[in-house]
T-cell receptor, first 116, second 113 residues
Framework: GAVVSQHPSRVICKSGTSVKIECRSL??????MFWYRQFPKQSLMLMAT?????????EQGVEKDKFLINHASLTLSTLTVTSAHPEDSSFYIC????????????FGPGTRLTVT | AQSVSQHNHHVILSEAASLELGCNYS??????LFWYVQYPGQHLQLLLK??????LVKGIKGFEAEFIKSKFSFNLRKPSVQWSDTAEYFC???????????FGTGTKLQVIP
């Protein structure tokens, strides 16, 4: 159990276009999902916390107008990179949270975005 | 806010050698601790976790970690590594009652056959 999927796994887009990445919790409901960015040879940096039915909470330095997050249902959160630029090229990873014995996040496989 | 430090950035071992990766966190309250592994080209997978109870936690693939509260440490160990353990390892912490996870910078492990 606790499987999280992401789609697409890889995407190449032209500078100035927008790209949408989906994150789904396949076998559990997640009121909270998280979006991370991972640069080469670096750790995961939290971009924002996505809350079902309400606005996302962005980390300091993350442009909310550039990285639009929607969490319309308990199993789906989307990240839209608007007006993408080459510097947005990165590995984007989502996770879905679930409360068990402790609070745990389950990670998706990631999406490799390349902006040309 | 909590922080996590992993002192070893790149570790190279021969097969059958023992492994210990350091992880220290800074937070004054109760924490939940995790070790994740990311194999080349794959996504993050949970190796083991500590919420409460026995401070020696056993995970998958023969890994274990020990929570030493007095040292704010959660070091990862494996008595005998294999080539297939070549991967990047991330220590992570959440403050109890909070959802936000803070990751360490990661340790790249290279196991030489």
């Amino acid at each position: 159990g606790a499987v999280v999927s992401q789609h697409p796994s890889r995407v190449i887009c032209k500078s100035g276009t927008s790209v949408k990445i989906e994150c789904r919790s396949l076998d559990f409901q997640a009121t909270t999902m998280f979006w991370y960015r991972q640069f080469p040879k670096q750790s995961l940096m939290l971009m924002a916390t996505s809350n079902e039915g309400s606005k996302a909470t962005y980390e300091q330095g993350v442009e909310k107008d550039k990285f639009l997050i929607n969490h319309a249902s308990l199993t789906l959160s989307t990240l839209t990179v608007t007006s993408a630029h080459p510097e947005d090229s990165s590995f984007y990873i989502c996770s879905a949270g679930r409360q068990g014995r402790g609070y745990e996040q389950y990670f998706g496989p990631g999406t490799r975005l390349t902006v040309t | 806010a909590q922080s996590v430090s992993q002192h070893n950035h790149h570790v190279i071992l021969s097969e059958a050698a023992s492994l210990e990766l350091g992880c220290n966190y800074s937070y004054g309250g109760t924490v939940n601790l995790f070790w994740y592994v990311q194999y080349p080209g794959q996504h993050l997978q949970l190796l083991l976790k500590y919420f409460s109870g026995d401070p020696l936690v056993k995970g998958i693939k023969g890994f274990e970690a020990e929570f030493i509260k007095s040292k704010f440490s959660f070091n990862l160990r494996k008595p005998s590594v294999q080539w297939s353990d070549t991967a990047e390892y991330f220590c992570a912490v959440t403050a109890e009652g909070y959802q936000k996870v803070t990751f360490g910078t990661g340790t790249k492990l290279q196991v030489i056959p």
